[in-house]
């Protein structure tokens, strides 16, 4: 069998999809074809009074059923396990093949019986070349248009000098010129130079777009190591940042725990707090490390989570922060019915704690937050609302972009790298969730226009 995978091809599972698209595409015309010609027939016969011979009349009503059923038949082969998405055997590419023959077929018989060169149906001829440029290999397309060509000459020049029978339509033309042999060397010429010219530029476009595309997939995949590459370095170089910070609270509990010696009170608070810091600092080390290996594998384990013990251990680590910003700080569980979600427990607590600890950070002194947890049977929803200096309208299109951070925050007093959102996002979509923000929030009052982020799981 020859082969009809197209020169450069890179990626096989796209290369089968645009071919199963393109084949049902054609299949979808070909209903319309059929539809199309029944309609000439019937408008041309009985409204135009074209004269057919019954044998011409007949036969083109036989052909355009034989279109029908063919369609039908490769429409069923098409879609069945036979066809098989491999560069060898019965593919998407050689149905593509099959149909553009038995439709080149058909469309020779229907021009012969309507007349050869004088038919207005050549002109489809052209059609079907520049879609099976879009489908077909260049050479195959070639010789096809080549054949094509040669066969409609000697069918012209046969029906001049008498060999062959020919099928005119009276009404059509007022005087025949398939017996003008000027006329039907020039017309033969002139089809068969825009059969080739037609070929030429639909094949030379379609290349270079396919060649196009398979460098652009190319490309994307370095892409793609080159960002594994990355998530793994990131990987090992924040595992190695651990053993210091580890080192670090060893010696601090040695003092807090006065194997050193005694410590004063004040001392030793601030080593409690310092103490403190060095967990979080671990516990951000552990969610960079969590989120490099989803970014890494692209997947996540999912377990039976329960969100409220979720939403629970993060408010007890914020808590005090809220308190020293003297702000409210409430959850609510309004659920109909509590029921543990599927998910990945420590990238759910990734999200929300990044979403409570960003309305905790910009939410002013005697602020408002409340954490509501709403759904029943088929979704879970939480919502995260505050007073807070809320989210400026010019920004809201990029909010969840890598790196941004909204205009209204002083960036002096408040740090941050602007990828919390952008991890959210990606988290709750990796749990085929969606997170949506309006601002101003529900609480919105005097103290700030606030933010309200809602997330349905």
């Given at each position: 069998?020859?082969?009809?995978?197209?020169?450069?091809?890179?990626?096989?599972?796209?290369?089968?999809?645009?071919?199963?698209?393109?084949?049902?595409?054609?299949?979808?015309?070909?209903?319309?074809?059929?539809?199309?010609?029944?309609?000439?027939l019937?408008?041309?016969?009985?409204?135009?009074?074209?004269?057919?011979?019954?044998?011409?009349?007949?036969?083109?009503?036989?052909?355009?059923?034989?279109?029908?059923?063919?369609?039908?038949?490769?429409?069923?082969i098409?879609?069945?396990?036979?066809?098989?998405d491999?560069?060898?055997?019965?593919?998407?590419?050689?149905?593509?093949?099959?149909?553009?023959?038995?439709?080149?077929?058909?469309?020779?018989?229907?021009?012969?019986?309507?007349?050869?060169?004088?038919?207005?149906?050549?002109?489809?001829?052209?059609?079907?070349?520049?879609?099976?440029?879009?489908?077909?290999?260049?050479?195959?397309?070639?010789?096809?248009?080549?054949?094509?060509?040669?066969?409609?000459?000697?069918?012209?020049?046969?029906?001049?000098?008498?060999?062959?029978?020919?099928?005119?339509?009276?009404?059509?033309l007022n005087?025949?010129?398939?017996?003008?042999?000027?006329?039907?060397v020039?017309?033969?010429?002139?089809?068969?130079?825009?059969?080739?010219?037609?070929?030429?530029?639909?094949?030379?476009?379609t290349?270079?777009?396919?060649?196009?595309?398979?460098?652009?997939?190319?490309?994307?995949?370095?892409?793609?190591?080159?960002?594994k590459?990355?998530?793994?370095?990131?990987?090992?170089?924040?595992?190695?940042?651990?053993?210091?910070?580890?080192?670090?609270?060893?010696?601090?509990?040695?003092?807090?725990?006065?194997?050193?010696?005694?410590?004063?009170?004040?001392?030793?608070?601030?080593?409690?707090?310092?103490?403190?810091?060095?967990?979080?600092?671990?516990?951000?080390?552990?969610?960079?490390?969590?989120?490099?290996?989803?970014?890494?594998?692209?997947?996540?384990?999912?377990?039976?989570?329960?969100?409220?013990?979720?939403?629970?251990?993060?408010?007890?680590?914020?808590?005090?922060?809220?308190?020293?910003?003297?702000?409210?700080?409430?959850?609510?569980?309004?659920?109909?019915?509590?029921?543990?979600i599927?998910?990945?427990?420590?990238?759910?607590?990734?999200?929300?704690?990044?979403?409570?600890?960003?309305?905790?950070?910009?939410?002013?002194?005697?602020?408002?937050?409340?954490?509501?947890?709403?759904?029943?049977?088929?979704?879970?929803?939480?919502?995260?609302?505050?007073?807070?200096?809320?989210?400026?309208?010019?920004?809201?299109?990029?909010?969840?972009?890598?790196?941004?951070?909204?205009?209204?925050?002083?960036?002096?007093?408040?740090?941050?790298?602007?990828?919390?959102?952008s991890?959210?996002?990606?988290?709750?979509?990796?749990?085929?969730?969606?997170?949506?923000?309006?601002?101003?929030?529900?609480?919105?009052?005097?103290?700030?226009?606030?933010?309200?982020?809602?997330?349905?799981?």
């Amino acid at each position: 069998m020859i082969n009809l995978i197209p020169k450069h091809t890179y990626d096989y599972k796209e290369l089968w999809l645009l071919i199963r698209k393109r084949n049902s595409w054609l299949v979808n015309l070909r209903y319309f074809a059929f539809l199309f010609l029944l309609f000439f027939l019937v408008i041309s016969k009985f409204i135009f009074r074209l004269g057919y011979t019954n044998e011409q009349f007949y036969t083109l009503i036989i052909l355009s059923f034989c279109v029908l059923t063919y369609n039908l038949l490769l429409n069923l082969i098409s879609n069945s396990r036979f066809v098989k998405d491999s560069p060898s055997g019965i593919n998407p590419i050689v149905i593509s093949l099959i149909q553009i023959q038995l439709d080149l077929l058909m469309l020779g018989l229907i021009v012969y019986y309507t007349g050869g060169i004088e038919s207005p149906f050549y002109i489809f001829f052209i059609f079907h070349m520049i879609i099976g440029s879009m489908i077909l290999p260049g050479y195959v397309i070639y010789t096809i248009a080549g054949i094509i060509v040669v066969s409609f000459y000697f069918l012209s020049l046969c029906e001049y000098y008498g060999i062959i029978a020919h099928y005119g339509v009276s009404g059509l033309l007022n005087t025949p010129i398939y017996n003008n042999l000027d006329y039907v060397v020039i017309f033969s010429t002139a089809f068969g130079v825009m059969m080739v010219v037609s070929v030429f530029l639909a094949n030379s476009i379609t290349s270079a777009l396919y060649r196009r595309e398979q460098d652009l997939k190319t490309t994307l995949d370095k892409l793609n190591n080159a960002e594994k590459i990355k998530q793994k370095y990131i990987m090992g170089v924040v595992h190695e940042i651990k053993s210091p910070i580890a080192a670090v609270q060893s010696f601090l509990d040695l003092i807090i725990e006065k194997y050193a010696g005694p410590v004063s009170e004040n001392v030793e608070d601030k080593l409690i707090k310092a103490r403190h810091r060095s967990d979080e600092a671990i516990q951000i080390i552990n969610d960079v490390l969590y989120i490099s290996r989803l970014k890494l594998l692209g997947e996540i384990d999912k377990t039976d989570v329960d969100i409220t013990e979720v939403l629970n251990n993060i408010l007890s680590k914020r808590i005090i922060q809220a308190k020293a910003k003297n702000i409210s700080l409430t959850f609510k569980d309004n659920r109909e019915e509590k029921k543990n979600i599927q998910g990945d427990k420590n990238l759910l607590e990734i999200a929300f704690s990044n979403l409570i600890g960003n309305s905790v950070k910009y939410t002013g002194e005697g602020g408002r937050i409340e954490i509501v947890l709403s759904g029943g049977k088929e979704k879970t929803e939480v919502e995260v609302c505050d007073n807070g200096i809320g989210i400026p309208e010019e920004d809201k299109g990029r909010i969840f972009s890598e790196f941004f951070r909204a205009s209204n925050v002083k960036h002096k007093i408040h740090e941050g790298t602007g990828t919390g959102l952008s991890v959210v996002k990606q988290i709750i979509e990796q749990h085929r969730g969606i997170i949506t923000f309006e601002s101003p929030s529900r609480l919105a009052d005097d103290k700030g226009r606030g933010t309200s982020f809602n997330v349905e799981l």
